[in-house]
T-cell receptor, first 115, second 115 residues
Framework: AQKVTQAQTEISVVEKEDVTLDCVYETRDTTYYLFWYKQPPSGELVFLIR??????QNEISGRYSWNFQKSTSSFNFTITASQVVDSAVYFCALSLNNAGNMLTFGGGTRLMVKP | EAGVAQSPRYKIIEKRQSVAFWCNPI?????LYWYQQILGQGPKLLIQFQNNGVVDDSQLPKDRFSAERLKGVDSTLKIQPAKLEDSAVYLCASSLGGNRGYGYTFGSGTRLTVV
């Protein structure tokens, strides 16, 4: 069975600091997809990124970047120059390449960015 | 494009009462999911529909929870009778489906409090 672990339950940083959120996953499948979602206080889950298991190229989108390493089963998320608006709970999730396609979520990391 | 609509937004009931939640997915999305998110945890899948058929309900407490998706569009999730531990946010999500790791669009959720 698949599993996603986010060891950091809560992180607090001061605005403009860089912060990395860790995600480690477990699966025996060779084809899978990894996701990051942001959950602001309003409660809605906002899609940030999807990567497939065959694409280990790191990705950058503005202040956000993702580091995918199959060798360590990790898919870490870095926010550069954090802002107060980045304060939220961030979830890493895993989906297998089957008809079910369900998401397995980690426990989430609460990020607090202080001014 | 309209998002995933859910209602009600909040619900407070006493234990042993019944409650129902409604979800309208994005038009054209064949797959619909209900997730339960207990405070401080990541969302957990309750049930997945493909059109109007159930794909996975292995984690649905069938003695008290039921769900249906009539005509492959709207869906309702019911709890009868509710227990205190059912207090959670119930998230509905939809996707194009299939096994290509498509991302999901989540609704804002229904926050249920059982007292």
């Amino acid at each position: 069975a698949q599993k996603v672990t986010q060891a950091q339950t809560e992180i607090s940083v001061v605005e403009k600091e860089d912060v990395t959120l860790d995600c480690v996953y477990e699966t025996r499948d060779t084809t899978y997809y990894l996701f990051w979602y942001k959950q602001p206080p309003s409660g809605e889950l906002v899609f940030l990124i999807r990567r497939n298991s065959f694409d280990e190229q790191n990705e950058i989108s503005g202040r956000y970047s993702w580091n995918f390493q199959k060798s360590t089963s990790s898919f870490n998320f870095t926010i550069t120059a954090s802002q107060v608006v980045d304060s939220a709970v961030y979830f890493c999730a895993l989906s297998l390449n089957n008809a079910g396609n369900m998401l397995t979520f980690g426990g989430g990391t609460r990020l607090m960015v202080k001014p | 494009e309209a998002g995933v609509a859910q209602s009600p937004r909040y619900k407070i009931i006493e234990k042993r009462q019944s409650v129902a939640f409604w979800c309208n997915p994005i038009s054209g999305h064949a797959t619909l999911y209900w997730y339960q998110q207990i405070l401080g945890q990541g969302p957990k899948l309750l049930i997945q529909f493909q059109n109007n058929g159930v794909v996975d309900d292995s984690q649905l407490p069938k003695d008290r929870f039921s769900a249906e998706r009539l005509k492959g569009v709207d869906s309702t999730l019911k709890i009868q009778p509710a227990k205190l531990e059912d207090s959670a946010v119930y998230l509905c999500a939809s996707s194009l489906g299939g096994n290509r790791g498509y991302g999901y669009t989540f609704g804002s959720g229904t926050r249920l409090t059982v007292v």
